[in-house]
């Protein structure tokens, strides 16, 4: 399997701060791979480290083979990052920030103009190519950032928090045009504390927790290790009153839905007992045995 991604033992300390102890991270060429965890968990210092902008106390990455210690200028040209602060000027057009980018990046002029036609085109920013920065909502600047670090093909593509802040029309533009990106083959690294954005977006999934990865599969193989399906209590109007967890098996599940139809008789009239497939979230509390704080939505 060839790794786009192949981090071992990343160890990084700030001052009296712990904040990375031990970090290992596989993610295949071409997939698109989602660090989740919660504020302060450590993500971007991972991806600075990805990146080349912060070095690592211990351990080793290497980015498509490249040592992010070693050979920076070279993990460099096969990356595009895309953070919370992207070096965009104000009062220039959508389009001529990336023409000046492209110009910045060594394209020809009219190279730099087809370029920026083609990443409007692909970021659904064509109708506002004209209008200055200034006047674009969350999710326009937000996909016009990730054009930016686009202008230069990379096949690796880290995205920090890419959709934080953004309500959910935004996010589901972001989020299609991330997949775009993995269709065309590139590999993209994506950070969230958002369960439902790893469980839609990512192949793979990797929890993030008091600076290890604590887990790492697929949603469903994450899923799986929360065991047996969830039985839930909803009222009339299918707001949830009540859940419990079950180990999956047939006496599990009966004494589960027992438990809540007791509660049921004894509280609301039109409640419904029904029965889920464990979320992300109940595989966040099993892990680490926090609550999961900045869930987007229900994700059931
Ligand atoms: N340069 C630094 N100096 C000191 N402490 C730092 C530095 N960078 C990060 N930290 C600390 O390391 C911890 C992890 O920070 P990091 O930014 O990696 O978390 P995060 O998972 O990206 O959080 P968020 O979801 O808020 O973006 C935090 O406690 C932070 O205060
Ligand atoms: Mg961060």
């Known amino acids: 399997m060839h790794l786009a991604i192949d981090a071992r033992g990343l160890r990084k300390r700030f001052g009296p701060a712990d904040v990375l102890t031990g970090l290992d991270l596989a993610v295949p ?21 990805l990146t080349t902008l912060v070095h690592p106390d211990e351990g080793t990455a290497r980015i498509a083979g490249h040592d992010v210690v070693a050979d920076p200028e070279a993990v460099k040209r096969r990356i595009s ?16 920030n ?31 190519a004209g209008r200055r920065l200034g006047t674009y909502s969350g999710g326009m600047r937000r996909r016009l950032d ?28 972001l989020w299609r045009v991330i997949r775009s990106l993995a269709d065309g083959g590139a590999t993209v ?8 954005e790893a469980d839609l977006l990512a192949d793979r999934i990797a929890v993030l927790d008091r600076g290890r990865v604590v887990a790492e599969g697929t949603a469903d193989e994450l899923k799986a290790l929360v ?38 008789a004894a509280s609301v009239d039109g409640s419904a007992v029904s029965i889920r497939r464990p979320s992300l979230d109940d595989v966040f509390l099993q892990l680490t045995g926090r609550e999961h704080a900045p869930a987007l939505q229900e994700s059931r």
């Open 29 to 49: 060429a071409g997939t698109i791979f989602a660090l989740l965890g919660p504020n302060g968990a450590g993500k971007t210092t991972t991806i600075n480290i």
């Open 81 to 96: 990052l895309t953070g919370q602060s992207a070096a965009v000027d104000e009062v220039l057009t959508g389009a001529e």
């Open 98 to 128: 990336l023409v000046m980018f492209g110009r910045l990046s060594g394209l020809s002029a009219r190279g730099a103009r087809r370029r920026a036609d083609e990443l409007l085109r692909r970021f659904e920013l064509s109708d506002a």
């Open 146 to 173: 990730l054009a930016l670090s686009l202008v230069v093909d990379v096949p690796v593509i880290f995205l920090d928090e890419p959709t934080t802040g953004l309500d959910t029309r935004s996010r589901q533009e």
């Open 189 to 196: 690294f994506l950070t969230t504390q958002y369960l439902e």
């Open 227 to 264: 065991g047996g399906e969830v039985v839930e209590l909803r009222d009339a109007e299918g707001a949830l009153l009540a859940e419990l967890p079950t180990d999956g098996t047939v006496h599990g599940l009966r004494r589960a839905v027992e438990e809540l139809d007791r509660l049921a």
